[in-house]
């Protein structure tokens, strides 16, 4: 769900041929997935809004959307016991990156 959140707004939010990668690697005990887009990227005094409720940037206004999905994303993140972040530079594209846990082996694997 979160990772389909994220998918949306970043075609959303950038321009129709541009690419749009996820990506995972390991942590310490966690896993780290991204989706990085081509779009205008968040200014910074937005990004610390961005995961609020009903949030829609300041030039985002004739978007369809209710400004739900990343409050969503966060809220789901935040049950296992993780984050959610951005990192975004204007003109540049943004980068949003979640971590979840990765469960422990059991000793029969």
């Known amino acids: 769900m979160v990772i389909a959140h994220?998918?949306?707004?970043?075609?959303?939010?950038?321009?129709?041929v541009s690419a749009i990668s996820v990506?995972?690697?390991?942590?310490?005990?966690?896993?780290?997935?991204s989706v990085i887009d081509q779009g205008a990227g968040i200014m910074e005094p937005e990004q610390s809004r961005i995961f609020e409720k009903f949030y829609r940037g300041s030039k985002d206004q004739n978007l369809k959307g209710t400004g739900m999905g990343l409050a969503i994303a966060r809220e789901i993140i935040r049950a296992h016991g993780?984050?959610?972040w951005v990192t975004s530079k204007a003109g540049e594209g943004s980068e949003f990156c979640f971590s979840l846990p990765i469960a422990p082996r059991s000793s029969n694997e």
């Open 6 to 16: 994220l998918i949306d707004n970043a075609l959303k939010y950038s321009p129709p």
């Open 23 to 33: 990506r995972a690697r390991t942590g310490e005990n966690k896993v780290i997935i």
């Open 82 to 84: 993780e984050e959610i």
